[in-house]
């Protein structure tokens, strides 16, 4: 299959899952589709793995720890093997979280970003504080959708700390590219986390700095597992919405995950800046970079 072929197959993919994922009550398919993924019956999972990979395209399960699933949420969630994602070893940059293709990306204008050209969003609204939102202001957004093909675990972008995790509960839209050219300010109404990763000074005497990922979840399953909580985020979670933690990461370990495609939205204040080399429609991976200090 050529790259056009397979491009116009995407993009008349995602026009149809958005007109059926619009037209069906959204929060009712999602707690369905969290269970149907988790059956382990072959007669379930062969069809609906068989059909899954014809719509998304190359699983690339070579790439995969295992090769046999017990379900879709098993080849959902699924391991890499080592070795499958190098990091980037320069200390002055930081790592892509995720698998991902680059959305829209750029300079944030005082405290307004972009899903999509023409839609803006206010980080006020994303973030839902104020406070929160002035300390990014006059920085750098870049948006990372990750398909229902790709690898859905997220990294630490580089060694840090994340002291607190905020939890907003909210829609399940799609978030596919045909989504946020019709759903205004759809990342400021789905459910999603704000992960503030505080980031030590690269070498000394430099300011220490800190990022935010905020994992966006969407609709079918809809669910941010982040290991530093011992349940999962979802459209049944009744907690707390400011949840306190004290977790450090590594460069390049693993976060969490998502049970099904979805997107990150990366944020910067002005002292960290976008990679020179990133175009949007660019497909990533975790590990490659993306940040500048």
């Known amino acids: 299959m050529t790259p056009t072929t397979l491009l116009h197959r995407l993009t008349r993919w995602e026009r149809l899952n958005f007109l059926l994922t619009n037209r069906i009550p959204r929060r009712w398919a999602t707690l369905f589709m969290g269970r149907f993924s988790r059956i382990r019956h072959p007669w379930i999972k062969k069809p609906c793995m068989g059909l899954w990979q014809f719509f998304a395209g190359d699983l690339r399960l070579e790439e995969a720890e295992k090769t046999e699933f017990d379900s879709m949420h098993d080849c959902f969630v699924r391991a890499l093997r080592p070795g499958m994602r190098p990091l980037d070893p320069d200390p002055a940059r930081l790592v892509s979280p995720c698998d991902g293709i680059i959305g829209a990306m750029g300079e944030t204008n005082g405290t307004q970003v972009f899903q999509a050209k023409g839609y803006p969003y206010d980080l006020a609204e994303l973030l839902g504080d104020d406070t929160l939102a002035e300390r990014y202001r006059n920085g750098s957004f870049l948006t990372l959708r990750i398909t229902a093909s790709m690898y859905h675990r997220f990294h630490a972008p580089d060694a840090c700390q994340l002291h607190q995790i905020r939890y907003i509960s909210g829609d399940t839209w799609n978030v596919n590219p045909v989504a946020l050219k019709r759903v205004e300010k759809l990342f400021c109404r789905n459910e999603r986390a704000i992960l503030e990763l505080h980031l030590p000074p690269a070498k000394t005497g430099d300011e220490p700095a800190s990022i935010l990922l905020v994992p966006v979840a969407a609709i079918l399953v809809a669910s941010i597992r982040l290991y530093a909580l011992e349940y999962p985020l979802n459209l049944r979670y009744e907690g707390a919405n400011h949840i ?14 998502f049970e099904q495609g ?13 990679h020179p080399a990133l175009q949007e429609g660019q497909t990533i991976h975790m590990g490659e970079p993306v940040l500048n200090r």
Request: hydrophobic share 25%; aromatic share 8%.
């Open 262 to 274: 979805s997107t990150i939205i990366v944020l910067t204040g002005p002292e960290l800046t976008l």
């Open 244 to 257: 306190p933690c004290s977790t450090q990461y590594e460069r390049g370990e693993e976060m969490g995950y």
